[in-house]
């Protein structure tokens, strides 16, 4: 299976939560304890080995927030 890496623009994040909707890994959450300077709480990854590289996140993130790596 691939593995995928995320990287993520914080400063743009707008808290939608939509990529943590749509991860079917289930591995993204936001940290309810760090914002980012618009005032958002930013979204982190907990398990990053369980990642897909599958890039629904970066795809349904309307602030294009999220780049997705693959290893293939
Ligand atoms: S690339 Fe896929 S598996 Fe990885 S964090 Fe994004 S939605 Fe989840
Ligand atoms: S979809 Fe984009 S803007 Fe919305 S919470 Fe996720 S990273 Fe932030």
């Not at 691939?2 to 939608?16: N, S």
């Not at 599958?54 to 795809?59: E, H, N, P, S, V």
Request: net charge positive; charged share 25%; hydrophobic share 35%.
């Amino acid at each position: 299976m691939p593995k995928g890496k995320t990287i993520f623009d914080y400063e743009r994040c707008k808290g939608c939560l939509l990529c943590v909707e749509f991860c079917p890994q289930k591995i993204l959450y936001q940290d309810k304890t760090t914002l980012n300077r618009a005032g958002y709480n930013i979204i982190k990854v907990s398990d990053p080995d369980k990642c897909i590289g599958c890039a629904f996140c970066a795809i349904m993130c309307p602030d294009s927030v999220i780049t997705v790596e693959v290893d293939k």
